[in-house]
């Protein structure tokens, strides 16, 4: 079945950059999406992209995507103490609205 | 503004109890999921509605049942309580992605912290 895997922490200096990796299986996935989810709180989107991409840049935020290699990632520029969080990727397959959750990876961005 | 609530933010419970859990949406979705949140096991999903009293399995269905007797509100339902239902419990909602825009965001509401005694 269709599995996403993450690593489960992450700690950087702030200011620096962040990359949070994710792979999955499912070869049909068409849309991938990252999620945050601050402590307390739901879960909020915070960007995808569409299968045929393989990077989209928004703001401090870039998603590369490697279909090949089925990898994503979300970099993070000037990482602030804001963002530490807990950053979810998913994937939606053809002809469903359910989405495959990762893990998830904690964040610590420490001064 | 969208909004997802849930009717608890922490819940107590007994074994053998039986649970409800409320989620309310206003955003006119047509569907809705229920997930539980484990440290180190990520978001799973217990059950999808699609539809007024349609509903689907999700991965971890056991020991968990829902309603969808309204459009904008989905139960989930825990007939017997035990601590290994102890969790977070996220509702979500989003557009049939039909009708809705391609990339279809499920929107979250703030979780309900489930502690069986």
């Known amino acids: 079945g269709e599995d996403v895997e993450q690593s489960l922490f992450l700690s950087v200096r702030e200011g620096d950059s962040s990359v949070i990796n994710c792979t999955y299986t499912?070869?049909?996935?068409?849309?991938l999406y990252w999620y945050k989810q601050e402590p307390g709180a739901g879960l909020q989107l915070l960007t995808y992209?569409?299968?045929?991409?393989d990077m989209k840049q928004d703001q401090r935020l870039t998603v590369l995507l490697n279909k090949k290699d089925k990898h994503l990632s979300l970099c993070i520029a000037d990482t602030q103490t804001g963002d530490s969080a807990i950053y979810f990727c998913a994937e939606r397959t053809y002809n469903t609205d359910k989405l495959i959750f990762g893990t998830g990876t904690r964040l610590q961005v420490f001064p | 503004d969208v909004k997802v609530t849930q009717s608890s933010r922490y819940l107590v419970k007994r074994t053998g109890e039986k649970v409800f859990l409320e989620c309310v949406q206003d955003?006119?979705?047509?569907?809705m999921f229920w997930y539980r949140q484990d440290p180190g096991l990520g978001l799973r999903l217990i059950y999808f509605?699609?539809?007024?009293?349609?509903?689907e399995k999700g991965d971890i269905p056991e020991g968990y049942s829902v309603s969808r007797e309204k459009k904008e509100r989905f139960s989930l339902i825990l007939e017997s309580a035990s601590t290994n239902q102890t969790s977070m419990y996220l509702c979500?909602?989003?557009?049939?992605?039909?009708?809705?825009?391609?990339?279809?965001?499920?929107?979250f509401g703030p979780g309900t912290r489930l502690t069986v005694l």
């Open positions: 992209i569409f299968s045929n991409m």
């Open positions: 509605s699609y539809d007024v009293k349609m509903k």
């Open positions: 979500a909602s989003s557009r049939t992605s039909g009708r809705g825009s391609r990339y279809n965001e499920q929107f």
């Open positions: 955003m006119d979705h047509e569907n």
């Open positions: 499912d070869s049909s996935s068409t849309y």
